[in-house]
């Protein structure tokens, strides 16, 4: 599939990446990690682990500010 281009598109497709299932949330991080379940994509809860990992820095983000103000 890498390097593919289909009928109509421009870009080449590339290989998806490795995907294993895991059973909750806690189990996902435990594994993979906050960083590689958030920007690696290595399970289902990519998502979940990004919008995590937003609040986290917007919190450290909205600490400093407030500190500094």
Not at 22 to 39: K, V
Not at 42 to 69: D, S
């Amino acid at each position: 599939m890498s390097g593919e281009v289909r009928e109509g598109e421009r870009i080449p497709r590339r290989e998806p990446p490795q995907f294993e299932e895991a059973g909750s949330f806690a189990e996902a991080i435990t594994r993979d990690g906050l960083f590689g379940t958030a920007l690696d994509d290595k399970n289902q809860y990519g998502p979940v682990a990004m919008m995590v990992l937003l609040l986290i820095v917007a919190a450290i983000t909205g600490t400093v500010i407030r500190l500094l103000g």
